[in-house]
């Protein structure tokens, strides 16, 4: 993957000014016929005693101007089209060391028989120094001093590059039939033909995966993370796919998965550097995810202490957020924050308010799964060849299931509890 090179756009503005090389053009438009582009926030204001000239920036888009003429009487009742030629002109210097100034297209507006307003066609470049000129003599019927002044259209900051937060999970091995990754951004990204931005490279043999993707897009709400899958058709041993092409990962090879520094945020700004994550590859995964192995350490009445829970192996990063909770022993859900920590083997629960003596229990989605995509009914992989023995046969797992903790005292009580499988939301 290439690293990114930024280049300026070209705007509109740019290309007008560059081939215009006449007077600005004006046309004159009646009171009602024509409106005044919103213009506040006065930039420049110069007069000489009969008229104003001023410069007011569009508070919105600072690229956006409109020159303001203003007389002390009626002095603009009897303008025509042929009489306002040049009453008003808009220069832009081309270059910073060069005088030369280049003309700007434009209309002139009668908003009154006191007021004219000069609008420019087109946005005006970021950073230009502007010559904004009223010359009463270019109409017969105006007497007075020109009015001259200038303008510096402010520069554009320039924009701060999207950046990728994390990618999950963050641990260093996974396992060989390892499903997803999310990928989370600083900001929403641009969706479509994403997958030209995705590389996944054997180290060992230091030849890119082939077709290891699942082209199917699942995005968060806000655009700003995605569910990277690999392709269960070659995770899953035996189906088309993985006869044909093999498995995407080998346990005990290593491997990097890139982000091309090319891909666009939702408002068109690169990632502007390649990014990696690299991992090995262990022993592939089958069996079910079980809370009841879980050790909960509590936390002491009165805190707000997090409750923690190590779950003994990495689980699925969006799962543990989504779909494992506390509540009351009624069911209540309690408020607070849920965080991971040692590459989402642990999860931790901070209460908003601080932990009260009583029961509490904590909720978990049966459809929480590790890394493999083994959740808490079943396993990602099930062999259909095989006919489970009577000994083998299972209850299936209810939508949730609980562990019960107890919140007893100044001091953390110890973890006795067992998990009642019987219970359902």
Known sequence: MSSLTTTLRTTASNLVLAAVAAA?????????????????????T???????????????DSTRITVVVTSNNDAFE???????????????????????????????????????????????????????TFQPQAAPTLHGQPLECQHLVPATTPAQAPSI??????????????????????????PG?????????DLDS???????????????????????????????????????LGAILVEGRSYRLGVSGDWPSARGTPLGKDVSREFTAGAPDHSKPDPADW??????????????????????????????????????????????????????FTPKMPWKIGRYRLAVGSVLEDLAGNNLQRPFEVDLTQEPNDNSKQTPTADTVYREFSVVGPKAASETTTLRKSETR
């Open 295 to 348: 050790n909960i350490q509590i936390p002491a009445s009165g805190s707000k202490h997090p409750l923690t829970c190590q779950l003994h192996s990495t689980h699925d990063w969006a799962l543990l957020h989504s779909d494992v909770a506390v509540e009351t022993a009624n069911g209540q859900p309690l408020p607070g924050t849920v965080t991971t920590s040692k590459h989402q083997s642990n999860w931790h």
């Open 206 to 244: 230091n030849r890119s995966v082939p077709r290891p993707f699942r082209h199917t897009q699942l995005w968060s709400r806000d655009n700003r993370t995605l569910t990277l899958w690999f392709h269960p058709g070659r995770v899953k041993q035996g189906v088309n796919l993985n006869t044909e």
């Open 193 to 201: 033909e994403i997958w030209n931005h995705f590389r996944l490279l």
């Open 78 to 132: 009897t303008l025509d089209t042929e009489s306002v030629e040049g009453l008003i002109t808009l220069n832009i210097k081309t270059r910073p060391t060069s005088e030369r100034r280049t003309p700007v297209v434009g209309s002139l507006r009668r908003v009154s028989n006191r007021e004219l307003h000069f609008s420019p066609s087109f946005p005006l470049l970021p950073g230009s120094e502007l010559l904004v």
């Open 165 to 190: 937060v994390e990618i999950y999970p963050t641990a260093d091995v996974v396992p060989a039939n390892h499903l997803k990754f999310y990928i989370v951004f600083s900001e929403p990204m641009q």
């Open 24 to 44: 600005a053009v004006v046309t004159l438009c009646s009171l009602v016929a024509c409106r005044p582009q919103p213009a506040t926030l006065p930039a420049t």
């Open 46 to 60: 110069t007069n000489n005693g009969r008229f104003e000239l001023a410069v007011r920036v569009d508070p919105d």
